[in-house]
């Protein structure tokens, strides 16, 4: 049998009680991680890059806890560096 490697890992997000949070997603990929809330990808970090989807990354406050959690940061640093290009904005869901 033909051994298949590197397939993308789904898992759901973890509190920071290391609960899972429903509908809340991080999936791994060789070259990324990413995002997803519901079926909406909300960020990706890939190659020391942070990618936001421009119609989403700031949905809702729901959103905009799950994302700082993934990111590291708040909504202040983000939208900082979203100013400065640290952090580009693009249709992750197209």
Do not use: H
């Not at 079926?39 to 799950?66: C, E, H, M, P």
Request: aromatic share 10%.
């Amino acid at each position: 049998m033909k051994t298949i490697k590197n397939l993308p890992k789904v898992e759901n997000m973890l509190s920071s009680n290391m609960n899972s949070i429903p509908n809340q997603f991080i999936i791994k990929t060789k070259n990324a991680v990413i995002f997803q809330s519901y079926s909406t990808i909300i960020a990706v970090k890939s190659d020391n890059k942070i990618y936001l989807d421009k119609n989403s990354w700031d949905y809702s406050v729901t959103t905009g806890k799950y994302r700082n959690l993934f990111l590291g940061f708040d909504k202040k640093e983000t939208e900082k560096q979203i100013k400065n290009g640290q952090i580009i904005l693009t249709d992750l869901n197209e």
